[in-house]
């Protein structure tokens, strides 16, 4: 037997774990929890299980190409390379580089997201490259830049969470997403301080019961009301930190005044929490000598997303928390390297290091590292709702690499991104299942698995771990950063590309040097010494596992206070509902991993809709029975559990099914004008008892 130690293929909490495999490499057969300062040697069951996603027999093991009757044939690798070469050069020809998308994914390591990103800008020459991250936490993130300068989504290690004594946890269930954090949570609730806003009692909302806190219901959409409100209760009766607010930010005046008219009472009109609840929340909150707040994408996901997130990071601003020892504000990343997803240059707008891709001196430093001259770097694209968007029309993008995204099930809307992709003159899908993205292409290119090759994640709290390679490829999978070499020869593009992710890395570390997420001291060699990673973490220095302790990364070194607005959203009329989205402990993100794993899946095989005992007798709907939520987007039917977890005014779906019990059929594309973040968790519908069913 061959051990490694690597970590989960999953979600951002990257919890650490050995897989023991067969000499031959070929079968991974056990899996066992690691010490490790985020999960302390716990997994849940979807990293318990991970190991049965080498071992499937559905494994794509040969590049695919659709035939005219639409079935998949195998082809060889130079057939499909060649045939993706062509139709690039061709495209570019006759449309221009902006012909070309690339859609990227926050699974992708470290090194193929750089890689990616610079595959796109100088072999493509397109601009128009985004990724799945920007549905994850693109608002929160826009938010964090906005006040502090940078965004890093905990700006602390986890384990300080241990000693709090309050955490208030905004739209986060990391009691099914990430079971082992809520360890971290046990202080807190010891201390009676886990203050849980959902407007559904989630598993962890549940973790508040019996005297360890409060489970805050607000109605959906009103999360930016309740914000302030408790922002103007903090201000109004001064229980605010002076000091922190004069030394360490500036705009206290502005909010102020947008907080003066959120007064308990109204601030329940709109929300339905309690005013007293809201005075509560705000005194617990500043008595605490402890008190971390956390922004979840129940509050993020949202055309007002950027807004609530600067209004949690207002209120935590106000309170002296971020940057001070035992307190602090965070956002909890989703995707397992949605962090370094977007630090080194698939997001549409940032080259390598975090830098914004208009900053004409980060053009220059990058251009060195590529060997290209900083004009032939694009300028910006587009976000990757508009991106999607664009597929087929006239003038548009006519042909798509999707790498480590399913798009036809994680992006809103989906009826319209599957009728966009469908306009393409071709798809290109890398996956290494038949994801129902990959379904829809013209060309399949089976890559490798998480524990099939070496890399880096960037996890949650900007900590960068090792990923290794535990088990052998089946041998007609490759690896992104072959394929991305590969197609680079046949483009004559510049540069060096190589198939050694330690080199990547190497190169991505010195593209990153003097950027907001600097990696230039880092290494494989170094991470795997063991040291501690998070970024930044510049040549010569120990890395920064708590960022803000003396200064923001504004050039004045002060935090922006900033004004914000509630204004509600779409809201349900008459008999509608408003339909809210999550995640189940035994899924992750489009179901792509997990619907294939059986002990993931035979719990929960198909899409079940959360109802209120009041609102099911309303309209005549029994437990179990089968349900339609339609609005003008589309229809989903889904067998309904009662509960009085919801809300009455509320329905929940999960979003990991697909086809026909596609959430996403329901949400909204519209998006975050600052972020570009979609409408996901807030959309209007009619929901009603199918007859006979
Ligand atoms: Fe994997 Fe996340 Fe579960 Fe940890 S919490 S085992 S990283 S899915």
Known sequence: MTAADTHCPYCALQCAMTLTATPDGRLPVEVSGRDFPTNRGGLCK?????????????????????????????????EVLDRIADSVLTLREKHGPDAIGVFGGGGLTN??????????????????IDYNGRFCMSSAAAAANRAFGLDRGLPFPLADLDTADTVLVLGSNMGDTMPPFVQHLQGARAQGG???????????????????????????????????????????????????????TVGFAAVRRSVASWWPA????????????????????????????????????????????????????????????????????????GQGGREHGQKSDQLPGYRKITDPAGRAHVARVWGVDPADIPSAGVPAVQLLARCGIDGGVRMLMVHGANVVVSAPDVSQVRAALGRLDLLVVSDFFLSETAQLADIVLPVLQWAEEEGTMTNLEGRVIRRRRAATPPPGARSELWIMRELAARLGAPGTWSLDPSEVFDELARASAGGLADYSGLSHALLDSGAEAHWPYPAGSSGTPHLFRDRFAHDDGRARLVAVRSRRQETPRGS??????????????????????????????????????????????????????????????????????????????????????????????????????????????????????
């Open 46 to 78: 979807k990293g318990w299980t991970s190991a049965e996603l080498l071992a499937r027999g559905d494994r794509l093991t040969a590049p695919l190409m659709k035939q005219p009757d639409g079935s998949f044939a195998e082809a060889s690798w130079d």
């Open 266 to 337: 109204r601030t329940e009109s709109v929300t339905g929490v309690p005013a007293e609840t809201i005075r509560a929340l705000a005194q617990r909150l500043a008595g605490s000598s402890s008190a971390y707040i956390l922004t979840g994408r129940g509050v993020e996901q949202h055309v007002d997303g950027t807004d609530t997130a600067t209004a949690a990071i207002n209120l935590a601003l106000l309170l002296g928390l971020v940057g001070r020892p035992g307190s602090g504000y965070g956002t909890l990343t989703g995707q397992g390297n």
């Open 111 to 128: 090194e193929k997201a750089y890689q990616l990103g610079k595959f796109a800008r100088i072999a493509l020459r397109t601009r128009l």
């Open 194 to 248: 886990l203050i849980v806003v959902d407007p559904r009692r989630s598993t962890t909302a549940r973790l508040a019961d019996d005297g360890a806190g409060m489970h805050v219901q607000p109605v959906p959409g009103t999360d930016l009301a309740l914000l302030l409100g408790i922002a103007h209760v903090v201000i109004a009766e001064e229980l605010y930190d002076r000091d922190y607010v004069d030394e360490r």
């Open 576 to 693: 509608e509902l408003s339909l809210i989205t999550g995640r189940l402990l035994t899924h992750y993100q489009s179901g792509t991993q997990t619907r294939r794993v059986a002990e993931l899946n035979d719990p929960t095989p198909r899409i079940v809709a959360q109802l209120h005992p009041v609102t099911a007798r309303d309209r005549g709907i029994a437990a179990g029975s089968r349900i339609r939520l339609r609005n003008v987007r589309g229809v989903v039917d889904a067998e309904v559990a009662v509960t009085e977890d919801i809300r009455p005014d509320t329905v929940f779906l999960p979003f990991h099914y697909a086809g026909a019990e596609s959430a996403n059929l329901l949400t909204s594309a519209k998006t975050d004008p600052h972020s570009s973040m979609p409408e996901f968790k807030n959309a209007v519908v009619t929901v009603e008892a199918i007859a006979g069913a």
